[in-house]
């Protein structure tokens, strides 16, 4: 749990940091998009990115759209097969997601008192884990979620 947390508060902070900043606010989907066109190999297709991401053609469009309109991709339609349409980077786009990603590793800059609570939190429930499994028996074993 104590790790759930952790995670989400990463999360939380850099999304925080990234609101502040006033910068172009992309939606879970958009931003979704975006990673699947900058952290995987193109080329990257409208159905390619529909299928990655088990959404609709229509709703790959949609978000290209507002993404487009920002600069963070182009659209060109595809030489060898002109029903298709390639999704490619830009060097605006590339800014953007360079910047978030610094934002994410600030976030996981984890002050040495923060730390101390974190593991404080482990062992106390690692502690009552034990406990919990004492009572119940050693032929019961306790399933903590991480």
Do not use: C
Request: aromatic share 4%; glycine share 4%; hydrophobic share 50%.
């Amino acid at each position: 749990m104590a790790r759930n947390l952790k995670a989400l508060g990463l999360w939380r902070t850099a999304l925080i940091a990234s609101v502040r900043q006033d910068g172009p606010d992309l939606s879970a989907r958009q931003m979704a998009i975006m990673l699947q066109v900058y952290l995987t190999d193109p080329p990257h297709t409208v159905r390619g990115l529909a299928a990655a991401l088990n959404i609709s053609k229509p709703a790959v469009t949609r978000a290209l759209d507002r993404l487009s309109l920002l600069g963070f991709i182009k659209r060109k339609r595809d030489v060898e097969d002109k029903r298709s349409v390639l999704v490619q980077r830009t060097v605006k786009g590339s800014v953007f997601l360079s910047d978030f990603a610094e934002l994410v590793v600030a976030a996981g800059a984890v002050a040495p008192e923060d730390m101390a609570v974190i593991r404080a939190e482990e062992e106390v429930a690692a502690s009552a884990k034990a406990r919990l499994e004492a009572q119940l028996g050693a032929s019961t074993p306790v399933a903590v979620p991480a």
